[in-house]
């Protein structure tokens, strides 16, 4: 289900000025350095877009004024819907500052936080009740506390064994990276096999999973949702063709990519250069 909207005009001014300086810092880097390293210079200026793509104040606060991003106010909807109709629902963001900033906003929700920051429970084991303030301890509440209706997470920080699907059908990508692998994974975590612990029903099976992807217009979110369908198709083609020989990512994936002390991999040479010739 893809939510696309425009920026408001204040928050659409912003990302403009800020593709116009990329536009003419990448044209002015060495066009002939190493390729690899030209590439690694690319990977930043296209988080800061991503970023400026959902919360302009990210990149400048002043210009961006008072006024929320309209996918703010998307999410804010659909989590005081959520919590009347006695749902859950998972906000899904690459950005730390991003998942705070929502978590501000939703703090009357009693909302759980996963991101790279908040510890594992290294210790726990089952039937015994994790650590409070780890991320199993925050599973447990969006799971288990009926005040809890809102997980906000960093697809990242969820790894596979990960299962919501028994407590939740509902997730918001107020942003997606490039990496098709960490966007699938996420999906996973709502639709899953398996029968519920306590009415042992197949839950996805009874209840369908919807899953809310919000894309500003006119920004690098649509070039995103395009490559992240590329990959996923080309991933299925491989697999159903039997040709398991050859690579399901594109060249340069695994290529680490730090912005403020986010670090992240996904973004390949097809990817670069398809923004490159969006500019």
């Known amino acids: 289900n893809l939510i696309a909207r425009v920026h408001k005009p204040q928050h659409a001014t912003v990302y403009s000025n800020l593709e116009d300086i990329t536009r003419n810092t990448i044209q002015s880097l060495e066009a002939s350095q190493n390729p690899a390293q030209f590439r690694r210079q690319i990977r930043p200026h296209m988080m800061h877009l991503r970023r400026a793509a959902t919360d302009p104040s ?34 899904w963001s690459s950005f730390t500052l991003t998942l705070l900033r929502l978590e501000e906003l939703l703090l009357q929700y009693n909302p759980s936080l996963v991101y790279g920051g908040i510890p594992s429970d290294k210790f726990q084991t089952r039937g015994i009740k994790p650590q409070e303030g780890t991320r199993e301890w925050m599973f447990e509440e969006f799971k288990n506390n009926p005040s809890v209706t809102v997980l906000l997470a960093n697809p990242a920080a969820c790894g596979e064994s990960i299962s919501l699907h028994h407590w939740c059908n509902e997730a918001i990508y107020v942003d997606r990276s490039y ?31 919807n899953y809310h992807i919000l894309i500003t217009q006119d920004t690098i979110d649509e070039h995103i949702d395009t490559r992240l369908n590329d990959k996923i198709d080309l991933q299925e083609e491989i697999l159903s063709s039997g040709r398991f020989e050859e690579a399901l990512e594109e060249p340069e994936t695994n290529v680490i990519c730090e912005v ?4 992240e991999t996904g973004t390949s040479i097809t990817d670069i250069q398809d923004f490159l010739d969006s500019l």
Not at 64 to 91: C, N, S, T
Not at 183 to 202: C, E, M, W
Not at 260 to 263: K, R, T, Y
């Open 260 to 263: 403020d002390g986010l670090q």
């Open 58 to 91: 990210q990149i400048d606060r002043a210009a961006a004024g008072e006024e929320l991003p309209w996918k703010f106010d998307y999410v804010m909807a659909a989590v005081e819907e959520a919590r009347r109709e006695h749902r859950k629902v998972i906000i």
């Open 179 to 209: 990496n098709a692998a960490h966007f699938l994974q996420s999906k996973d975590r709502i639709h899953r096999y398996g029968n519920h612990p306590i009415t042992d029903v197949a839950t996805c099976a009874q209840t369908p999973v």
